[in-house]
């Protein structure tokens, strides 16, 4: 037995010493994690250099790769704190401090990612990383116009960066000026003629300041016996004051047993964004011709109702966006409706407040005045949302909303005392700028209708739709979308289960 224990601890003490063998020194194993770097390996050099660091948490290159790499993963509280232990090892390193700061901006912290960026200006006016930095963390803040600032002081003295002429194109873009950022991705092209990425950015916002029709067909079926076909046709130019004028046309036809109606609309829209990109301005104004019969033979009623809307909406701090709309309009989804000539006045106020970069919440409340038909009638209704983006192209949420009204009606819209529903839903994007691209979004939950006389429904409610697009060049599109849902509408008739299917054809052309 004394034998057999001996020999134990001898092939014991042989192993131990042949996984002592098998383990490369740290410095070869720092030489390997840096060899997969420069080779652009980044998954296995950011596992040689965690080992390093179990071994020497002191070993500063491999602790700033680390946290570079954790920010890349959106892993970015990890990230942070790595950078700080790596500042404490290299407390004057530039490039530490701005990695920090890059770390800080992508997790929503804009002011303290400030602070460090211009302290590395402070001491290196000409640090382009950090100059390009601050600028970006600003536009991403909300603060479009400190951002283009900051570009264009660099840009004085740098005339030939294609990289900073481009990021400065699509800080345009987000204030709305797409003929500010067609400029300026001519002079990105101009710095830098080869790059095709550039080149195809400058396509885009060609496509976007070049004039444009949009045509749309679409048709929508419901339980009910609703059936709707709907012309439209839209042109878009840019305007004088950095926006598009859109003018649009609309002809829908449609039909409920011998009901029949149409409808015509003209409008012309356009928005306005001042200089510092927070807040836009939308509005839009026109006229809808509403034309029912109920059969041949009978006299046909028509009206006409003025159209018009406004919205303002702003940014007003990096989390939190408040917006406000009024509009007017016709109730025309449907024969009936157009029969009835009723027509809605409306007030709304929404907002959504961004907890993490992923995270937000959202809600709105909108009071609404219905005219014409049997009589004044009016709605209140509100909702709340949380939507988590678990990829750029994917999302999830959960919510609610419902809505109310101050008496029944006769004129074919659903007029419950109390509608709610809660739902949990889900958006898929696929696809880039050109070529083929999908989007769907699928939703379940439970509805509760209540009617005037106290009676109550609850039934399980669905909606699904897709939208198949193909974008062949910039300005060019054609999209296939359908959509099925059970959700209660204001243009349902009753209380019964309901149901609707629509079907779309759209698309785009550069003119």
């Known amino acids: 037995m004394r034998a057999l224990g001996l020999m134990g601890l001898v092939v014991l003490a042989a192993t131990r010493a042949t996984a002592q063998v098998a383990e490369p020194p740290t410095a070869e194993l ?31 290159r491999a602790a700033f790769r680390v946290a570079t790499v954790l920010a890349w ?15 404490r090892l290299a407390p004057s390193d530039d490039d530490g401090r701005v990695g920090l700061a890059r770390t800080l901006a992508w997790a929503g912290h ?34 479009l116009s400190g951002a283009i600032a900051r570009y264009e002081r660099w840009l004085d003295t740098h005339p030939n960066d294609a990289v900073v002429w481009s990021e400065l194109a699509r800080t345009w873009q987000w204030a709305g000026r797409n003929a500010n950022a067609r400029d ?40 009910d016996d609703n059936r709707t076909t709907t012309y439209s046709l839209r042109g878009g130019l840019a305007a004088p004051w950095s926006a598009r004028l859109l003018a649009d046309a609309s002809y829908r036809t449609a039909e409920l047993a011998a009901l029949h109606g149409t409808s015509t609309t003209v409008r012309a829209s356009s928005s306005w964004t001042p200089m510092n990109g927070r807040w836009t301005l939308r509005g839009d ?20 109702e003025p159209l018009a809307s406004m919205r303002l909406s702003g940014r007003l701090t990096p ?60 709605r209140l209704a509100g909702s709340g949302a949380i939507r988590w983006s ?19 009606a006769t004129d074919g819209y659903f007029a419950p005392k109390r509608y709610l529903l809660s739902e949990a839903s889900s958006r898929l994007r696929l696809g880039g700028d050109l070529g083929w691209g999908m989007e769907s979004e699928l939703g379940l939950g439970d509805q509760n209708i209540t009617a005037f006389d106290n009676s109550r429904a609850s039934r399980f409610a669905q909606r699904v739709s897709a939208r ?36 779309a054809l759209e698309g785009r052309v550069r003119l």
Do not use: C
């Not at 993963?73 to 500042?87: G, P, Q």
């Not at 001519?186 to 004039?211: G, Y």
């Open 319 to 378: 989390r939190l966006s408040l917006g406000g709309t009024a509009s007017r309009t016709a109730f025309d989804e449907t024969a009936a409706l157009i029969y009835a000539g009723v027509a809605t006045t409306s007030a709304g106020v929404d907002g959504d407040f961004a907890l993490t970069p992923r995270l937000g919440i959202g809600g709105g409340g909108e009071w609404t005045r219905l005219t014409g038909g049997s009589g004044p009638n009016s």
């Open 73 to 87: 993963r959106n892993d970015l509280d990890h990230s942070a704190t790595l950078f700080r232990h790596y500042l």
């Open 184 to 223: 300026a991705l001519r002079r990105a092209a101009e710095a830098d003629p080869a790059n095709t990425e550039i080149r195809a950015q400058l396509a885009m916002a060609d496509a976007a300041t070049s004039p444009s029709m949009e045509p749309t067909i679409s048709s929508t079926d419901d339980s």
């Open 468 to 503: 198949l697009l193909y974008r062949p060049t910039p300005g060019m599109e054609w999209g296939l979308s359908g959509g099925f849902t059970n959700v209660a509408s204001p243009t349902a008739i009753s209380t019964a289960d309901y149901r609707s299917y629509t079907v």
């Open 285 to 304: 104004i026109g006229a809808a011709r509403l034309d029912a019969d109920e059969g041949i033979g009978t006299p046909t009623v028509s009206h006409l």
């Open 390 to 408: 678990l990829r750029k192209w994917v999302s999830v949420a959960a919510g609610v909303r419902g809505f109310g009204y101050q008496h029944g």
């Open 30 to 60: 720092l030489a390997t994690a840096d060899q997969a770097w420069k080779a652009g390996q980044y998954d296995e050099a950011f596992n040689r250099y965690q080992l390093v660091l179990r071994r020497d948490s002191t070993a500063a």
């Open 110 to 143: 804009y002011d303290q990612a400030l602070v460090l960026i211009d302290s590395v200006l402070a001491a290196a006016p000409g640090h382009r990383e950090a100059t390009l930095l601050a600028a970006q963390t600003l536009a991403w803040s909300g603060n």
